[in-house]
């Protein structure tokens, strides 16, 4: 009984699974079809199977925060730099973190603000490096480096000094090495910092007369591009140079000197060989302001007069200051100078004294001086002013109140004031003690333009025709109205 149980529950079991095979023909049944990849199972009671799992609904992930954006920063590798005033500083840095439409800038700093440098730059490197050129102006200048984006600073480095110094420098002169009296010489002159830049400014041009150690101020010289060049009147022999007091940028300097020989616009008297000079030497008398006789006639001034008196002049003269006039009138001097002399005369013969020494001037005849003769002091034996060192230094004068050389009681008639004496040492007389100043002298006829021995010699008719008297061989160098 228990086994027929067992084959009907078989047969029961495996029906339906006979009938799905043939459901391409039959009705379909009402029973969901299961499928399994399980070996059939020798135990007649079936194992429980689990369901299948049911996927869980798709669902979005919970949102995370974003990670932070850093904030951009600027850094320099420096807090100071220095360089020359006038120059271009270089600053190096990095920014990092900057938006991509930011821009880098320079600025300085102006009390408690910031303003942006003009003439700054900055260039940007791929790694975010940067270099920024500052103008470097004279003392320290206070600058950051700022990144700007849609014109707000989101970013500043640190401050940093730009220090401009004011830097050496070199100036030089050229001149030429010789240069003829009243003439122009020119001045080239340049001037150019230690690092090679040009200076533009104002040189002074100062000179130092030989036998001195005083430099004068004797021009100015304009720079431009670092050179310039400007005219001077050498009148002196000495150094030239150019000097600069500096400026904010560029420290004082001066350059090394030049010599200049100043020579004489005339002919220099070359006496002959052996021909004995002046026994006493004067200095030689200021040169002329220009190349002109410029003769003018004056009262005697009081300076003047107190000079004479005692020593031209004394009590019991003929004239006295009232009745003298000063005559000054340039000369050509024997070392081819034009000089500026002056003699007293009488003033009946002031002007016509001036139109001898005018035309003597033009007809360039030498004269060896022309000081007053009260320079020379008081002589006892001529009661006067002492010609005989006025003759002996070959001094041009004209008024003296003393005795005649070599006839003592006899007054002269330079006491008057109508005479003249010119070149006395190469035109000596005949006095009471034999030739003076010289004996030497009277038997030289040469150079002609200094000595005169004939009617007919061109300074003798000079002043011939201004009516002056030559005494001839008796006194070559005397001449009176």
Request: aromatic share 8%.
């Amino acid at each position: 009984m228990r086994r027929f149980l067992v084959i009907l529950l078989t047969t029961v079991l495996v029906t339906p699974t006979a009938a799905a095979r043939a459901s391409t023909t039959a009705e379909p049944s009402p029973f969901p079809t299961v499928t399994s990849t399980t070996e059939p199972s020798s135990d007649p009671t079936p194992e429980p199977t689990e369901p299948d799992p049911v996927d869980p609904e798709p669902t979005d992930p919970a949102p995370s925060d974003p990670a932070p954006t850093p904030s951009p920063t600027v850094s320099l590798d420096a807090t100071a730099v220095r360089v020359w005033a006038s120059t271009t500083a270089t600053l190096s840095g990095r920014v990092d973190g900057a938006s991509p439409t930011g821009a880098l800038r320079v600025a300085r700093r102006s009390g408690d603000q910031w303003a942006v440098l003009a003439g700054s730059s900055v260039v940007v490197g791929s790694d975010g490096t940067f270099t920024a050129k500052v103008p470097a102006a004279a003392g320290r200048t206070t600058v950051r480096v700022e990144l700007v984006d849609a014109g707000v600073v989101v970013a500043a480095s640190s401050s940093a000094d730009v220090v401009g110094a004011a830097a050496p420098s070199t100036a030089r002169i050229a001149m030429p090495k010789a240069v003829t009296d009243y003439r122009k010489a020119k001045v080239a002159a340049s001037w150019r910092t230690v690092d090679g830049r040009a200076v533009s400014a104002r040189l002074a041009v100062e000179f130092r007369r030989s036998g001195t150690r005083t430099w004068v101020r004797s021009g100015t010289v304009t720079l431009r591009g670092g050179k310039g060049a400007t005219d001077v009147k050498p009148r002196h022999d000495g150094r030239w140079r150019v000097r600069s007091f500096g400026t904010s940028t560029v420290l004082p300097t001066r350059s090394s000197s030049v010599y200049v020989d100043n020579r004489p616009p005339g002919s220099v008297v070359r006496l002959p060989k052996g021909t004995p000079g002046p026994g006493i030497r004067l200095a030689a008398q200021p040169r002329a302001p220009r190349v002109s006789a410029d003769a003018t006639v004056s009262r005697i001034p009081t300076a003047m007069w107190r000079s004479m008196r005692g020593r031209s002049w004394h009590a019991g003269c003929p004239v006295g200051r009232d009745q003298l006039r000063v005559v000054r009138v340039s000369y050509w001097a024997f070392d081819g100078y034009v000089r500026r002399g002056e003699i007293v005369v009488h003033a009946q013969h002031a002007r016509a004294t001036a139109a001898v020494f005018t035309d003597l001037f033009r007809m360039r005849a030498p004269i060896r001086s022309m000081y007053r003769v009260d320079r020379f002091g008081w002589n006892s034996a001529l009661r006067g002013a002492d010609d005989y060192a006025s003759m002996r230094a070959d001094n041009t004068s004209g008024f003296n109140c003393r005795q005649v050389v070599g006839r003592p009681g006899t007054r002269s008639p330079h006491a008057y004031g109508s005479s003249i004496d010119i070149n006395p040492w190469e035109n000596p007389f005949a006095s009471g003690y034999g030739w003076t100043p010289n004996s030497t002298w009277q038997r030289r006829t040469t150079p002609a333009a200094i000595t005169y021995r004939g009617a007919n010699d061109p300074v003798v008719a000079v002043l011939r025709r201004h009516g002056f008297r030559w005494l001839g061989f008796a006194d070559l160098h005397h001449f009176q109205r």
